[in-house]
Every structure is written in structure tokens, then in C-alpha cells.
């Protein structure tokens, strides 16, 4: 059994997360963590690939899903998982106070049960109507990672260059996770579409023996629960003192991500530009079954298939999203002038991605047509995962580098504009698409690719400018 013992209370100047007052096996946590790192990051990782594998479950079994109910109308299919993200703008704003008041531990176990719960529940809805509450519900849920895996590795990852692997490893996979949800969907639902969320519910079973041994990481509620135990046993517990918790504060939860928003230009512009990168990867799924089942009459199961160089394209990024961290580090040891700004560290990388993302949405509006193979349009995939991917990593680590400890309310609000776009615009797919065609819809969001494409070399030449100007960069910076 683990042996806890108490130290004196925290400086009250230090952040809650940092502060000592509990000692595990005889070690601070601040020491003690990396014995709980990795088990920590593989179940942070498999509760961030169930969660975004389920948003797109339902898309390899659309035409399965809609002859059982009766539903042909492409708007309504596609709230299928419209309200399944639905469920992410709102969990990030809950669950993140809530595992800062309760722990990581009681959130990641009750929202995993839960994800479990409601994706069971959609196997068996009696109607549409049904199905598209238990989404919703389900997307609440899986929205926990989102939420709550930037603490957890927090608490457990001292190294930033560990802790900053561990977060790019959390994006790959929960980039790849919705592009492998069509390819297993469209092969489970020729049983029956029940089976497409049985599916999804087998594949989060291994990971619940993870979640469930989780242990609490959150040092506050440690020393505070430590503190509890021994007054209730009379042991005494004298120098020790409570540990602030974050308190519920509405106001401060909900309105400052938003303040941030319309006052900081650095994260409006890079949450605009992800949030279009973002809403561009859930269009695919509305995009590829027009293309490849309606263009080029594939099969279903087959047409799953055309999602795996995205999933190769977002693999490769990570990987050089890797040699990149390393090649710097010497860059900036040799005194290169290009890497002497650490802030800027990331955006060399979104440059070089935004031309890629830009490229692959014209490649796939002009090669998909019945006389050019269908390997053409879905080759250059590959080239909409790498820039994706990479714009997405580059972007969100360079909002966590400009505004440190405030970061956390900047991703709320950039976390909750990617998933408003994700929402929006693929329900325009539709409508786009039948008014324009494959060719011009998608020339149409390459041109407007290329134009927020210069969002990172604007920050590159004013970013520095707009750091100084900025209220909560500044007093980030002390």
C-alpha cells in the first residue's frame, strides 16, 4: 500500500499544481512523478483515441443508419456527429474546473464509464431521435481528454521536452483516431449498424482496466485527502496546512476564455486558423463518401479504406514533428538568428505545412473525377494529414508558449472555437457541395487556406510586437 506522509503547507505565491504537502512512498511528488508517468500517458492516450474515434464512428455506416430510420436528408445525417462534437465544446468548460476541485482521477473514470455508457445506448436507440441524444451525450464525455490529459501530464511530467512529446503524441493519435472510426463502421455495419458503436464500445474495453487503476496525480486533492485521514484517525497533523483548491467560479470559467478571444489578436488569429484546419478534417468525412461512393461508386467498406493515408500523413508529421525539436535545439546552440527567439520555436513548422494543406485541398478538387483513379484524390490525403497535423501541433503549442499559466483559458476558448467549426461548416457540406461541385467547393476552401496560411509568417515578423502588447502575455512574463 502507498505510504503517504505530510510537509508543511505550500507558499501561497505558487501555483496550485507545483505546490508540495504530500509525500508518496516517502518522495514529493514533484520527484515522485515519473513513476507514474508512463502509465499516466498510455491511459491519457487511450481515453484521447476512444474519445475521437468515436466522433466519426457513425460516417461508415451512414446509408446502414439511414435505411433503418427513415432519414435521408443529408442535414440530418449529419448531425450524427455535429451533436457528438457538440458534446466537446461543452465538457472542456466543465470537466477541467472539475478535475481541479475533485481530481483527475474520479473525472477520467466517470466520463470513460460514461463514454462507454452512451455509445452502448446508440446501439440500441428505438429512433432517430434517440440516437442523436445519446451523441450528444457521448461527446460530452469523450470530451474529457480535451479537457483534463494537459493537467494529468502536468502533474506527472516535470521535463518540457517530455511533457511536450507526450502532448504532440495526445494530437497524433486523437487526429488519426476519427479517420480509422469510417474504415471499422463500414465494415461492422454490413452485419448491421448496431454493430458500428458495439464496435466502438469493444475497442474502449482495454483501455478501462487503465483508467481504472489510475491513480490520483493531482497534488492538492493528495495532500488534502492525507490531511482528512489522519484528523479522522486523531493522528496529528501539525505545520499542515489545506491546499487551495480552484474554486467553482462561473464567471471566471466561462467569460475569460471569451475576454482572451476578442482581446488577445495572437490567439484569435491562431484559433481561427486551426479552427479552419480543424473544420477542413471533419468536412472530410462529408467530402470522401460523395467523392468515392457517389463519384466513383465504391463500395462502402471500401471507401473506409481511402481515409488511411490521412491517418499516414498525420503519422509522419509526428515523427517529423520529432526531428524537428532536436534539430533545433542545435540550431539554437549554434547561434543560428532564426532560432534565437524561443517563443517563435514553433512556427517554422506551420509555415512550412500551411502550403501543404493548401496543395492537398486543390489535388483532391481537381483529380476526383471518373476518368483519374481514385488512388489519385485519395494519395493526396497524405498531404492534408502532414499539413494538417503539423499546422495543428505548431499552432496550439505556440498558444501554450506565448501565454504560459494563462494558457489554460486560451485553449478553452480556442478548444471551443475548433469544435464550433467542426460543427458549422461540415453541415454545410452538403448545400456547398451540390451548388458548386467536388471541383470549385474545394478550390473555394484551398483559396481560403491560402489566405490564413500567412497567419504564422505574420507572427513570425510581428509576433514579437503583439506579445508586448498583449495584457496576459505580459503578466505571464512577470
Known amino acids: 500500500m502507498t505510504d503517504i506522509s505530510l510537509t508543511s503547507g505550500p507558499p501561497e505565491h505558487e501555483p496550485a499544481s507545483k505546490r508540495p504537502g504530500v509525500t508518496i512512498n516517502g518522495v514529493d ?3 515522485s512523478k515519473v513513476h507514474a508517468a508512463k502509465f499516466s500517458t498510455a491511459t491519457g492516450l487511450g481515453c484521447a483515441f476512444n474519445g475521437s474515434f468515436g466522433t466519426s464512428m457513425p460516417s461508415g455506416a451512414l446509408d446502414a443508419i439511414s435505411n433503418h430510420f427513415g432519414v435521408y ?34 473525472v477520467m473514470i466517470s466520463t470513460f464509464f460514461g463514454y462507454l455508457v452512451f455509445m452502448l445506448a446508440c446501439s440500441g436507440a428505438p429512433n432517430y431521435t434517440a440516437l442523436l441524444i445519446f451523441r450528444l451525450l457521448c461527446g460530452l464525455n469523450a470530451a474529457v481528454p480535451m479537457a483534463v490529459i494537459g493537467g494529468l501530464y502536468a502533474d506527472v511530467l516535470d521535463d518540457p521536452s517530455e511533457r511536450g512529446t507526450a502532448m504532440s503524441l495526445y494530437l497524433a493519435i486523437s487526429a488519426i483516431g476519427p479517420l480509422l472510426g469510417p474504415f471499422v463502421s463500414g465494415f461492422a455495419s454490413q452485419a448491421s449498424w448496431r454493430w458500428a458503436f458495439w464496435a466502438a464500445a469493444l475497442i474502449a474495453v482495454p483501455t478501462l482496466p487503465l483508467v481504472l487503476t489510475l491513480p490520483e496525480t493531482f497534488a492538492p486533492v493528495l495532500h488534502n485527502r492525507e490531511i482528512h485521514k489522519r484528523q479522522k484517525n486523531g493522528e496529528g497533523v501539525e505545520g499542515a496546512q489545506m491546499a487551495e483548491l480552484h474554486p467553482f467560479d462561473a ?42 461512393e457517389g463519384i466513383y461508386h465504391l463500395r462502402t467498406e471500401i471507401a473506409g479504406l481511402t481515409y488511411l493515408p490521412i491517418a499516414l500523413g498525420t503519422a509522419i508529421s509526428f515523427l517529423g514533428f520529432m526531428v524537428y525539436t532536436p534539430w533545433y535545439d542545435r540550431s539554437k546552440a549554434a547561434g543560428k538568428p532564426w532560432a534565437q527567439r524561443e517563443i517563435n520555436r514553433r512556427l517554422p513548422i506551420a509555415c ?43 499552432m496550439i503549442n505556440y498558444i501554450t ?31 456547398m457541395y451540390d451548388r458548386l461541385g467536388v471541383h470549385w467547393a474545394q478550390s473555394l476552401l484551398g483559396f481560403l487556406s491560402l489566405v490564413m496560411g500567412a497567419v504564422p509568417f505574420f507572427f513570425l515578423k510581428y509576433g514579437d510586437r503583439l506579445t508586448q502588447k498583449s495584457k496576459a502575455a505580459r503578466a505571464m512574463a512577470g
Open 29 to 31: 511528488p514533484s520527484n
Open 73 to 106: 436528408d443529408q442535414v440530418q445525417l449529419t448531425l450524427l456527429n455535429s451533436l457528438n462534437l457538440a458534446g466537446f465544446v461543452i465538457g472542456p468548460l466543465f470537466f477541467g474546473p472539475l478535475s481541479e476541485y475533485i481530481g483527475r482521477r474520479p
Open 251 to 292: 464567471r471566471e470559467i466561462f467569460l475569460r476564455p471569451v475576454v482572451m478571444m476578442v482581446t488577445e489578436p495572437i490567439l484569435l488569429l491562431s484559433s481561427l486558423y486551426v479552427t479552419l484546419g480543424n473544420s477542413l478534417f471533419y468536412l472530410c468525412f462529408q467530402a470522401y463518401p460523395l467523392v468515392f
Open 352 to 394: 512550412l505545412a500551411a502550403p501543404l494543406l493548401v496543395i492537398a485541398l486543390f489535388w483532391f478538387g481537381w483529380t476526383s473525377q471518373t476518368s483519374i483513379s481514385p488512388l489519385v484524390p485519395a494519395f493526396g490525403g497524405f498531404f492534408f494529414g502532414s499539413g494538417f497535423q503539423l499546422i495543428f501541433m505548431s
Open 401 to 431: 508558449d506565448v501565454y504560459r499559466e494563462a494558457s489554460a483559458s486560451a485553449h478553452a476558448g480556442a478548444g471551443c472555437m475548433r469544435s464550433l467549426g467542426a460543427i458549422v461548416i461540415p453541415l454545410a457540406a452538403g448545400p
